[in-house]
């Protein structure tokens, strides 16, 4: 009887572990409800979108926000939060500019795509062909492999120096030194260096600067009256910033007098994070990641832009927006779940583009299944943040099933763009890349078959520092019960991987932790591991 006891504990708490397939169970016969449309009242897991917002500015400590929502070809939600500068009285508001970072790549691959079909240019051209002077080994590399970022090309980023401006040429020589990465066409990795080279061939094949090419193209033809390039900011942005600055809130007085100043067409500031500290960016550093990421629009634009990649008015061939905007086949024959900047999942017909720039975080997402088409722009002027799980959880406010399926709301959830075994590989990888030590991995799917059950791939892994759990236990012992860390990595219904671990925030406010420099150091690092694991490309 005894050990009929131990083994209904054993059991129980192997189960334990594995909440979020008992949600699904719970779930599941709700989920494929018809999207929601003109609803107002819409939340995810029982919080009202602007709650969701209002919960991670205050997590992430960001100086402001803005949203877009489509439902096309609806934008039914366009709005700003928080604040653009921090020294000056400037809100983010639906026509706020904000650098997107690399969603710039993705207005690159449409141009090239735009050229193709004019006959100007074929994807299998060599860039050596229409680029002289280039390094021997990267003359052969293809225009496909550039936007496949196949190329093995190095990156320029880190070698940028931010007091100082370059020419497109300038970039490319601060890397023409180097070796290729890898062999061209067997692998991927991000490089501005491939989207800034595609830019030069925009120039060289159109016989029009890059920048007149997209404008003319696509900001002047989808009517994006608040996007513009970095260089044109100083001249086309509405900037009312009197010297001295008021000593009252209120800074504003041009908009009395002129239309241009309401509800302005106005640069937000970029901030990063040092030693603690907000510093803000100085807006023109984004002109050096040229054909990358040096293109400045609001949410609102950026949402009528992806209304327009449904249909035929930037790409006209249903086949070459399949090159685009599908998984891309590498000259190995290799699939890979990424495509000039964006990235796929199991999720049928989701699709993602995003990163960091100086001084800002851009994320864009599209559910392009004809029951769903949702898309989501996120847009913060603060770097290094993962606007990834927010904008999930948000679309989920309109469909259940667009998100994780999770009950717990203090539950974090990604979505892997790999299956479950090897996001599990990638997340050890990731570990021990950071010499952080894995105390167990638990394989639910292979225990429930031990006791001729099935479950779906479940597996949880646990792992972490002990001096840093130690120093937690020291202020709450209690905290002991949901240490060390794990993260659950699990396959639902639908076929889509998730990683889901417990929100840090919510732990420390539980086991009453009152030291957040540690709490939000682990926040970082399991970010970073997770994003890692999640995604084709390193951000």
């Given amino acids: 009887m005894k050990l009929a006891h131990t083994m209904l ?6 189960t334990a572990l594995s909440p979020v397939n008992t949600v699904l169970a719970q779930t599941q016969a709700e989920s494929g ?6 609803e107002a009242r819409l939340q995810d897991r029982g919080a009202y979108i602007d709650q969701l917002v209002a919960d991670f500015i205050a997590a992430h400590q960001l100086p402001g926000l803005t949203m877009a929502i489509v439902q096309a070809p609806y934008i039914p939600r366009s709005a700003g939060y928080g604040k653009t500068s921090l020294d000056h009285d400037e809100l983010a508001s639906t026509r706020t500019l904000w650098n997107v970072g690399p969603i710039t790549q993705a207005f690159t691959a449409v141009a090239v795509m ?16 229409i680029i002289e002077d280039l390094p021997a080994a990267w003359r052969r590399v293809t225009l496909l492999q550039l936007m496949q970022h196949s190329s093995g090309i190095p990156d320029y980023r880190d070698q940028l120096d931010q007091n100082r401006r370059y020419a497109p ?25 491939d989207s800034t080279l595609l830019a030069m061939v925009v120039e060289r094949v159109s016989g029009m600067s890059y920048h007149d090419f997209v404008w003319k193209n696509q900001i002047e033809p989808e009517g994006l009256t608040a996007t513009m390039f970095a260089n044109d900011i100083a001249d086309k942005a509405a900037v009312d910033r009197p010297v001295p600055t008021p000593v009252h809130d209120n800074q504003h007085a041009r908009f009395k007098s002129d239309a241009r100043f309401i509800n302005p067409v106005e640069p937000a500031t970029g901030y990063r994070s040092v030693d603690g500290r907000m510093a803000a960016v100085a807006p023109e550093t984004s002109a050096n990641l040229f054909g990358f990421g040096d293109l400045w629009s609001s949410a609102e634009d950026i949402s009528k832009w992806d209304i ?3 249909g035929s008015t930037l790409i006209r061939d249903p086949a070459d927006r399949d090159v685009v905007y599908k998984p891309a086949r590498l000259t190995n024959g ?21 990163g960091s720039a100086p001084g800002f975080s851009a994320y864009l997402s599209r559910f392009t299944e004809s029951a769903e088409l949702v898309c989501v722009t996120l847009l913060t002027n603060k770097e290094g943040v993962d606007l990834t799980v927010l904008a999930r959880d948000i679309a989920a406010a309109y469909k259940d099933d667009l998100g994780p399926l999770a009950a717990d709301r203090d539950m974090v959830a990604q979505e892997s763009k790999f299956g479950v075994t090897e996001t599990v590989s990638r997340i050890k990888a990731g570990l021990t890349a950071a010499n952080v030590p894995v105390f167990a991995t638990v394989d639910h799917a292979a225990n429930a078959r031990g006791v001729g059950e099935t479950l779906r791939a479940t597996t949880v892994i646990t792992f972490g520092s002990p001096k840093v759990g130690t120093r937690l236990m020291q202020e709450d012992q209690t905290i002991g019960l949901d240490l060390p860390m794990r993260v659950l990595v699990w396959e639902d219904a639908m076929g889509r991987s998730w990683i889901g671990h417990s929100d840090l925030g919510a732990l420390a406010e539980r086991h009453g932790i009152k030291d957040p420099a540690t709490i939000a150091a682990m926040g970082r690092a399991m970010d970073s591991i997770v994003g890692r694991a999640a995604n084709v490309y390193a951000y």
């Fill in 9 to 14: 504990a054993l059991a129980m708490a192997t």
């Fill in 33 to 38: 409800l018809p999207i929601i449309r003109g």
């Fill in 114 to 129: 735009q050229l193709k079909e004019r006959g100007k240019l074929r994807l299998e051209d060599q860039i050596g062909s």
């Fill in 169 to 193: 040429r300038e970039l490319i020589d601060l890397v023409a030194g180097k070796p290729l990465l890898f062999e061209r066409g067997t692998e991927v990795r991000l490089s501005a260096t």
């Fill in 308 to 310: 327009a990649l449904a």
């Fill in 334 to 354: 290799t699939v890979v779940p990424a495509m000039a900047g964006w990235e796929f999942t199991h999720h049928p017909g989701f699709m993602e583009v995003k």
